[in-house]
Every structure is written in C-alpha cells, then in structure tokens.
C-alpha cells in the first residue's frame, strides 16, 4: 500500500470581528487532523465532520491504493487568524481538544463583554444626541446590518452597536486585560479538555508564527556599500514558536504566558483595543496567580533590539495585519530541510475571510473617491489588504526551477545509465549487495564521474564547497542571541578563510582530481549530498516508475520505505538542536576559534558512522529486491554523482531536493457556493 503525508502550512488572513469564523475554518482543519490520527491508529470513528473525513481517508485508500496521512505542522496567522492560530497550534502539539473553545467565542468575543468597564455608556441617556444618528445609520436602506445580519438578529445587533458607538470616544472601547483574560480562559479551558495524543509524529517539528506591529518601532542595520551600515525603523514584528513534538498528551507548546502574549498583540485593532505592553501581561500573570520563569528568554528572543537598548517595558505592540495581513514569508522560510519518512505532498492553505474586499466592489465606480475614504483607505484599508502575489511569485519561480531540474535529469538519464552499466558491466545487478560493497561501487562511480566532468569537476567541488560552509554559518548564527550575531555572510567568509589556511585552498587539480583534505571534508561535512542522492531515489520509487510494468507495486512500496527510513537518518543530523546545549558557547568563539566549531559539528553530527547504517538498510532493501527493480536503484543511486555534477551549479546550490512544486489552496466563505447556491 502506498504511504503519502498531506503536510499543510496554513496561512490564517487577519479580518476585524472575524474571529469566529476563522475558528470554525480552523476547527474543521483540527477536525480533520485528529481523523487522520484516527484513521491510522484504528480507532471507531467519530460522529460529525470529524467521521466524515474519516470514511474520505477510508475511501481513499480503498479506491485510490493511498494510506493518506494529513498533517499540519506550520502555522501562521495576523489578527483574528494569528489568535486563532495559536489555539490551534497548541491543540496539535499538546492533544488537547478545540472543542471548548465554541462556547466560549459565542459566549465570550461579544461587544457587550469585550467592552471595558470604564468605556461602558453609563445609562440609556449617555451620548443622547447619537442615538438617532445611530438609528438612522444602521436602518436606513442598503446599510451593513440589513445586508450582512440575519432579520432575527438584527434588532440586537443594532443594539449592541448602539452601545458601543455611545461608549467612550478617543479611548478604545474594549479592555486590553479583560481580552488577555478571555485568551488565558480559553487555553485553560482546553487544558481541562481530555487530552489524547499529539496529531504529529513525535519529534516533529511544528511552527507557529504570528505577526504584530511595534508602534514605536525598532533599529535594524543595513549594510550598504557607501555608508558600510545604515539604521532605519522596522515595525514589523514576528512572533515564533517552534518546538518538537512530545510523545505525550497535554504538554504546552509554550508558556502560556507567552501564547497569550502572542495572541493578544496580533489581535490588538487600532483603536478598538489599547496597544500591548508587558506590564498587562505582568499584571494577569499576578491576578491569575501564577509565574512566568522564562519572561527574559522570550522577550530577548522576541524583541532583540528592545532588549539590547533596555527599552522592552516601553513598547507598545499593535494588530499584525496593519502590515503583515497575510505573513507568508514566514511559513515559507521553514519549508527546508523538515524530516520525512515517506512520500510528501506539500500544500499551502491560506484561509481568507474577505475574499471579496470593499475596495473591489467600489472599482467599477467611475467618480473620485471622497475625502474621508481617501483618508481612512490610505491609512488603513489598503496597507491591511495588500495582496500575497509577491509571495505566490516566488513559489511560482520555485516551481519551474523545479521543472526545469526534472527535465535536465530525464534527459541526462540514458547517457548517464550507460556509463554506470559500462563501469560495472551487466553482472553487477546480479550480485547481492552488502553494505561494504554498496560503499565500494559508490567510491568507483563517484570516481568515474569525476573524471568524465574533467575540468568542470573543479566547479562542482566549488559550489558544494560554498554550500556545506554556508549551511554550518547559518546554525551558527542560530545559536547565537540575537543581540549578539555577526551576519552570516561574515562567518561564512571566516570560515572558508579557515579552511584554506588549512589546505583546503584548492580543492581539485588537474583533470578534476580532488585533493586529499577535500576528500576528508566532504565525508564529514556534506550532509546535503546525501540527502539529494536518496531523494532522487525516493522520487524515482515514487513517481517516475509507479506504472512500469516490470516493478511490482508491493516491491517498490518496500524499498520506498527503506530509502525514507534511511533518510531519515540523514534528516536528523540536521536541527541546531542535535549540536547540544553547549553548542552556543562553542558558537560564540567561531571567530576565535573556527576549528572549534567544525570539530564540533564533526562529532555531533557523525556523518560516516551514519554512513555506515544507512548502507547496511540500502543493502538489506536491495538484496530482497527482483532483479529488475535491483538494476533500476542501483543506476539511480551509483549514478546520482552524474546527475548532480550538472544540476548543483545550475541551480545556485540547491540541487536535487524537492522534485514537488508546492500547491496552493485557499479556504473561503466563497467556497460556500460549492455545495449550495447562494450567497457567502
């Protein structure tokens, strides 16, 4: 049976008083995860939404050969999508359920309880002169509550808007610690929820990003070539979190105080609710009686530049979306190098509450806009609404990068079979494999591609070179407080001085042949091209042969399985954490002492003892594998030097990874229309 991950990097839009819908978008997302884990382990199904998606995964294993398994395991948000977004990354990692959280919303996120004490009209009589204002704006024909509210509700909505429209004016209406409360109820509420098991893998990576905006903004450095530096004020402000999945239930994926931190800053509207400061927070950790341990660690690590200038008590955070609606970029920088152990469908799901904005339906309108609409869309509508083409552009770009990698290997494919048959000659594909013999072809086809690449050779080792040292410069510069970090440029400039001090300053000579030292490098340090390799090979056992007559399914499913088991090996000598807790220290001195720091990855990572492993899986796979499928993996593998000699330089270093370009989805009130005609 065929075994494939749906991994879905949900990107949740900001939208004033869309909150509620936006939880029951990510509800149904939730719902469908906790099925999937239902699905797999067995279990009776669940009644609802939640049942449904359990007889589709049945359906599609059952009609399709595909054991689906759904996973979301990256999660950004602004607004209304950033609060959300943060209940629904704690479900996930913690088991805990969302279930709670519909009372409450329906219950709790109302303008009568939102409103602050202070700001509440203190009798009908208040604002008196407003009301018939009030009743003229929300009766008069086409007003916004006769075309978006319900006939049976609209009287109590005109109500509650009345009140809040007579609360007090210049100060926002709603209470910034009564929200913090409400989000500090919520997540205990969930924390009471019976918890079951974590709905990814343990030790999965799971995101969670959220965007605010610093008022007051903060010093960033650019570095130019006339002046060498220059400060300018950003005011975008990312909030993240990444932790590993436990094998338990109801561990939090952070501090409370900290999800709420996060929560109430992206949620902060201007002028609905008072800007975020820590000493709110402070002050509900105080009346909820209880501590918060690693408040300076969060806040060095959130706000850097506020801690180094000693000023974090005086910023003031307000709603994501003001800049950053739709943070993108953010779930997109974590998309490299996340563990996998089988076929992987990468999609992103943006959830847009308001696909149908009011500056489109005013476009076909031919007058000048008005005063005040000039005033309040430039300052407000338009920054909260611009569009994420930008970012699909670049998914775009990778996408027919991706393409054209495919197309370079398919047609090097038959020159490059030919060779290694050559090299070999036929009988090779009826030997049985052994770990030690496997290590022996791989050294004599690497050699021979070497020596057919001739001069270009010397350009390959160049770029891998350039690659593996930038790679360790970046989780240095990872490791490092923010407060403290060198650019990655700097680093990486220091450690390859390093190494060409050490013998490493030219790595190939005449006809292509490498250098000694060069050789010893690669072996400890090139962790990428072992990953390419077995990639290649995955995607080979995956797609390309999955209707070749002469490869049985059942055979071709196992030795999937062995090269995902195998790489994931490899994925896990990846993550900063795998260098230790003492890494940081070692980090600090990379200028120092750069050897250090490389003798350090050496013996974290342990690369050739990995090696060793990985061979005796590959070897056991191949052995119990027909003859026919046999030849075709062992071309693939013992040719992949071939394949990547052309495409590493072609594509700037980044080679044969991901062959999938990654899709994009959007969740709507428009996608109501699907099932039922009407409108949203």
């Known amino acids: 049976m065929r075994q494939k991950e ?54 599609v294993e059952n009609h399709h050969g595909v054991r689906l398994r759904v996973l979301a395991d990256i999660v950004a948000g602004a607004s209304a ?8 990354a704690q479900a996930i990692h913690s088991g805990q359920s969302l279930e709670p959280l519909t009372r409450l919303w329906l219950e ?8 602050d004490p202070d700001a509440r009209p203190w009798s009908k009589f208040a604002k008196f002169w407003a009301a018939p204002l009030v009743w003229f704006i929300l009766t008069r024909p086409g007003n916004v509550v006769a075309e978006s509210v319900a006939p049976e509700t609209r009287a109590e909505v005109r109500t509650k808007l009345s009140r809040l429209i007579r609360s007090r004016w210049f100060e926002p209406p709603f209470g910034g610690l009564g929200f913090s409360h409400l989000i500090a109820d919520a997540l205990d509420a969930m924390a009471l929820s019976q918890a079951s098991d974590p709905l990814l893998p343990p030790g999965h990576p799971l995101d969670l990003f959220v965007t605010a905006t610093d008022f007051k903004g903060h010093i960033e450095t650019l570095r130019l070539n006339s002046p060498a ?103 997109m920088a974590v998309l490299r190098d996340r563990p996998a152990q089988r076929e992987v469908d990468r999609r992103f799901v943006y959830i847009d509450p308001r696909p149908d904005r009011v500056g489109g339906l005013q476009r076909d309108d ?44 398919e047609a090097l494919r038959p020159e490059v079979e030919d060779a290694v048959e050559k090299l070999f000659g036929r009988t090779l594909f009826f030997n049985r494999p052994t770990a030690r013999r496997l290590g022996a072809w791989r050294n004599k086809a690497h050699d021979s591609a070497r020596k057919r690449a001739d001069f270009a050779w010397h350009g390959y080792v160049e770029v891998k070179f350039a690659g593996i040292v930038d790679r360790l410069a970046a989780l240095v510069v990872q490791a490092l407080p923010p407060s403290d970090r060198p650019s990655r440029q700097a680093i ?20 292509g042949l490498i250098s000694d030292d060069a050789i010893v490098f690669f072996k400890i340090h090139d962790l990428q091209f072992r990953i390419r390799r077995l990639r290649l090979l995955a995607r080979r056992l995956t797609q390309d042969w999955e209707s070749d007559p002469e490869v049985a399914d059942e055979a071709r499913h196992e030795a999937r399985e062995a090269v995902y088991r195998a790489l994931s090996l490899y994925f896990e000598r990846e993550p900063l954490a795998l260098l230790g807790d003492d890494f940081a220290a070692v980090a600090a001195l990379v200028f120092e002492d750069p050897g250090a720091v490389l003798n350090h990855f050496a013996q974290r990572r342990q690369l050739p003892a990995t090696d060793l492993v990985v061979d005796a899986i590959l070897a056991e796979a191949m052995a119990e594998m027909p003859v026919a499928l046999r030849r075709k993996v062992l071309l693939t593998y013992l040719g992949f030097p071939y394949f990547d000699a052309v495409t590493l330089p072609l594509l700037r270093g980044e080679g044969l990874t991901e062959f999938d370009a990654v899709k994009v989805d959007r969740i709507s009130p428009d996608d109501c229309a699907s099932i039922r005609q009407g409108g949203a």
């Open 492 to 511: 990486t400039a220091h450690l390859i001085a390093h190494l060409r001090n050490q013998g490493l300053f030219k790595l190939s000579e005449g006809g």
């Open 229 to 331: 530096l220059v400060e300018e004020s950003e005011h975008r402000l990312s909030i993240g979190f990444r932790a590993h999945v436990p094998e338990g239930a109801g561990e939090n994926l952070a501090d409370p105080l900290e999800l709420i931190f996060a929560a109430r800053a992206t949620a902060s509207f201007p002028g609905a609710f008072p800007a975020l400061q820590l000493a709110e927070i402070d002050e509900l950790a105080a009346q909820r009686g209880v501590k918060w341990p690693g408040r300076r660690a969060f806040i060095r690590r959130v706000m850097p530049e506020h801690t180094l200038r000693g000023d974090v008590e005086g910023v003031a955070l307000l709603d994501g979306s003001v800049l950053v609606n739709a943070p993108f970029a953010d779930a």
């Open 81 to 88: 999508g950033g609060i959300n977004g943060v209940f629904l």
């Open 6 to 59: 749906l991994r879905i990097a949900l990107v949740c839009y900001g939208g004033i008083s869309l909150a509620v819908y936006m939880h029951g978008v990510t509800k149904e997302l939730w719902k469908l995860v906790c099925a999937s884990r239902t699905f797999h382990a067995g279990e009776p199904h669940s009644e609802g939404s939640q049942g449904v998606y359990c007889r589709l995964l049945e359906h």
């Open 366 to 409: 031919p007058r000048a806009p008005g005063w005040f609409s000039v005033i309040l869309g430039s300052l407000s509508s338009i920054p909260r609404e611009q569009p994420i083409r930008d970012n699909l552009e670049v998914l775009a770009a990778q996408s027919r990068e991706t393409a054209r990698l495919v197309t370079i290997v």
């Open 108 to 115: 709790r996120a109302d303008v009568d309880v939102l409103l």
